[in-house]
């Protein structure tokens, strides 16, 4: 690795790139965790897949919300309402996650969380929410989303639990417990026990734990907001150059269209089962996560209201699509400089169908086309005007992140199952006979 990347590396790693409060990464809830449905630390690895819990029918489930203190109270959160909307968004983009300098944030746009928090399917009562009774001011919130999961062999109806945020100033309050558990209990009122979620801090158990990786797209900006510096021996020019992605992608590729949704759903299927976790979706889910956050307009670049790119690979013969990739747009406001806010892209799922041709995997050619594949990602996530692009040590990333100038991080991302056991799934490191990253097909927003 160069200077300039492990400059940068170092720079961006600071930021703590996922869902957990800074209350609950300073004072991990051991106490709250050791009375929850999840494996408790030290317990054997199980040995079969399965609840902890039994499911209950829906009158056994507690009726009544949980108790609040006096001064608050709940509200469902309407996320498809543009009022209510903007109120999770104030929250989050004031409140969520900051780097260890508070000198930057996310900044989720409305688009985001609605398209994050609004699949096909969507529960409007799992978006829940804390308001000050006296003026009604939110003041923190969760969310859980349905999702079918496969875990090893055996297919799971759950939820997709996120967002838990509370105000700074309710940190002493003691929310977060109270507020998991109410969305367990709107969640179980559905008929659905098991949730996966993700967390910075190490609570009772990971079933996983995954890296952060980050490759610098516009190093002169990032050298402006104080990301980095310029190494002994090296100048900016130097830095940019080893950075610099070709104009133009090396793959056919075009956005992917409505006519697309079957063959990629198809294709999307058939990869997702080389990883021991990953999700199931229909038509309808592949549809949106691929195709709604598009945004309004066409042509190069970031259009109006932008949240995902989703690219596609045609085979002219046969009109199948034979590769495609996604990654979404989530931008951090910075704090003390003059650029309002770094651009990041995240790389999301993609998939191609060498993985299907005998021994692609293990003569390199697999490995090669994805780092074609995402090659291509990071030109078109250049071309709009994103900073930096993030992925995580998941799915096939691992053996290309280095050759495609990915620094690694110092985040770590743990990944949790709620009421389902199952031994370790590979994420940064090997589990037995299964390589990094072929444990977890499952990206969380």
């Known amino acids: 690795m160069s200077d300039a990347e492990e400059t940068i590396r170092q720079a961006l790693a600071n930021t703590q ?27 054997e690895p199980p040995l079969e897949d399965g609840w902890i819990e039994p499911s209950k029918p829906r009158e056994e489930v507690r009726q009544e919300p949980y108790p609040l203190p006096n001064e608050f109270e709940w509200t469902t959160v309407d996320i498809t309402d543009p009022v209510q909307n903007k109120e999770v968004h104030d929250l989050l983009s004031l409140h969520y996650v900051e780097d260890i300098n508070a000198s930057i944030r996310f900044k989720y746009s409305a688009e985001f969380i609605r398209w994050a928090l609004t699949p096909p399917g969507f529960f409007p009562q799992w978006h829940v929410g804390v308001r000050v009774s006296a003026n009604k001011k939110l003041v923190a919130f969760i969310s859980g989303v349905p999702m079918s999961l496969r875990v090893r062999g055996k297919e799971i109806a759950a939820s997709e639990v996120n967002y838990i ?6 940190r002493s309050k003691r929310l977060a417990p109270v507020l998991i558990k109410e969305v367990t209990r709107q969640i179980n009122l559905q008929g659905i026990f098991q949730a996966i979620y993700t967390a910075g801090a190490v609570i009772p158990t990971p ?36 950075h610099k992605l070709p104009d133009a992608t090396t793959l056919k590729v075009r956005p992917m269209e409505e006519k697309d949704v079957d063959s990629v759903a198809e294709l999307f299927a058939r990869y997702m089962e080389r990883f021991d976790m990953a999700p199931l979706m229909t038509l309808a889910e592949i549809r949106h996560n691929f195709l709604s956050g598009q945004g309004s307009g066409s042509g190069p670049g970031r259009q109006p209201d932008q949240v995902t790119w989703t690219y596609v690979v045609e085979n002219p013969k046969t009109h199948k699509i034979s590769d495609f990739f996604s990654f979404y747009y989530l931008p951090s406001t910075v704090l003390r400089s003059a650029h309002d806010l770094i651009e990041a892209g995240y790389l999301y799922y993609y998939a191609t169908d060498v993985a299907f041709q005998d021994g692609a995997e293990a003569d390199g050619r697999l490995k090669s086309r994805l780092q074609t594949l995402i090659g291509d990602a990071l030109i078109i996530a250049h071309r709009a005007k994103m900073d930096v692009f993030n992925a ?24 949790y199952l709620y009421n389902w056991r199952t031994a370790k799934l590979a994420g940064m490191e090997d589990e037995g006979e299964v390589k990094a990253g072929k444990g977890i097909g499952v990206v969380m927003l």
């Open 207 to 242: 079933i996983s734990v995954c890296q952060y990786y980050h490759r610098p797209l516009n190093v002169p900006k990032l050298l402006a907001v104080g990301f980095t510096s310029v190494p002994r021996n090296s100048t900016v020019a130097r830095m940019t150059r080893i």
């Open 165 to 170: 945020c509370i105000h700074k100033k309710l």
């Open 17 to 43: 790139i996922k869902d957990v409060t800074r209350e609950n990464s300073r004072k991990p809830t051991h106490k709250f965790w050791e009375t929850q449905p999840v494996p408790q630390i030290g317990d």
């Open 392 to 415: 995580i040590t998941l799915m096939d990333n691992v053996p290309i992140l280095n050759d495609l100038k990915f620094g690694a991080g110092d985040g770590y991302l743990n990944f």
